[in-house]
């Protein structure tokens, strides 16, 4: 069933900002929709194909992977959001998020499906139990010299990248965690929940770059 939440914009539209949307069917969508909407964006609670056509860009939350799946296609939300991908909309997937977006998921449960379109193969709840989340410092010289304080929180690691997508971030033991290919942008942990809002940014500045072009 879906979350009863009714559907609306988080905040107002600011003139010549980005409306993008966030994958509102299970998982951690408030804190994206709330970090999104103080950066000035329209936020739509995306659980319609008709709210993903009103999006310039869409967010997949955190939560767990097989139940978004699941309600994805019950709902009619598969085939949308990946025409959307395909179409080079721009994409933000974080843990379970780099999970659906990834052409391989190892480990995943039965039946389990993504919506795909990301190069890299990743390894589903890597990072072990939810008593086992921790917080680190990662650099991504893309996003400047100060380092990113995020939250690994049962996430998942890429356990390989194609020719087609980049790392953006690794661990000190040099797992992967955080990739980058054309207007996806996706990563093993939780930016929102420490309130980096850097990647965010990013997200938000390709969007709009997609209303304008598209």
Same mark, same amino acid.
Not at 151 to 166: D, K, L
Not at 174 to 199: C, M, W, Y
């Given at each position: 069933?879906?979350?009863?939440?009714?559907?609306?914009?988080?905040?107002?539209?600011?003139?010549?900002?980005?409306?993008?949307?966030?994958?509102?069917?299970?998982?951690?969508?408030?804190?994206?929709?709330?970090?999104?909407? $103080?950066?000035?964006?329209?936020?739509? /609670?995306?659980?319609? =194909?008709?709210?993903? !056509?009103?999006?310039? %860009?869409? *967010? @997949?939350?955190?939560?767990?992977?097989?139940?978004?799946?699941?309600?994805?296609?019950?709902?009619?939300?598969?085939?949308?959001?990946?025409?959307?991908?395909?179409?080079?909309?721009?994409?933000?997937?974080?843990?379970?998020?780099?999970?659906?977006?990834?052409?391989?998921?190892?480990?995943?449960?039965?039946?389990?499906?993504?919506?795909?379109?990301?190069?890299?193969?990743?390894?589903?709840?890597?990072?072990?139990?939810?008593?086992?989340?921790?917080? $680190?410092?990662?650099?991504?010289?893309? /996003?400047?010299?100060? =380092?990113?304080?995020? !939250?690994?929180?049962? %996430?998942? *690691? @890429?356990?390989?990248?194609?020719?087609?997508?980049?790392?953006?971030?690794?661990?000190?033991?040099?797992?992967?965690?955080?990739?980058?290919?054309?207007?996806?942008?996706?990563?093993?942990?939780?930016?929102?929940?420490?309130?980096?809002?850097?990647?965010?940014?990013?997200?938000?500045?390709?969007?709009?770059?997609?209303?304008?072009?598209?």
């Amino acid at each position: 069933m879906l979350p009863t939440c009714p559907r609306r914009t988080v905040s107002l539209s600011v003139a010549g900002s980005p409306k993008v949307g966030v994958l509102a069917l299970q998982g951690d969508v408030r804190e994206h929709a709330t970090l999104l909407a $103080a950066l000035g964006a329209e936020v739509i /609670l995306v659980r319609r =194909p008709e709210d993903l !056509a009103a999006v310039n %860009g869409l *967010v @997949i939350p955190g939560g767990e992977s097989s139940v978004i799946d699941k309600l994805s296609r019950t709902f009619g939300m598969q085939h949308p959001i990946r025409q959307a991908i395909d179409s080079g909309m721009p994409m933000l997937g974080t843990c379970a998020g780099l999970i659906l977006l990834a052409d391989t998921v190892l480990d995943a449960a039965p039946g389990q499906q993504t919506f795909g379109g990301l190069d890299v193969t990743v390894r589903r709840n890597a990072f072990g139990r939810q008593a086992e989340s921790f917080e $680190a410092d990662l650099s991504i010289s893309e /996003l400047g010299e100060e =380092p990113l304080q995020v !939250a690994f929180i049962r %996430g998942p *690691v @890429i356990e390989s990248v194609g020719s087609r997508a980049r790392v953006l971030a690794a661990l000190g033991d040099g797992r992967v965690v955080a990739v980058e290919q054309d207007n996806i942008l996706a990563t093993s942990f939780h930016p929102e929940t420490t309130g980096e809002k850097r990647l965010h940014e990013r997200f938000l500045e390709r969007a709009e770059t997609w209303r304008h072009t598209n």
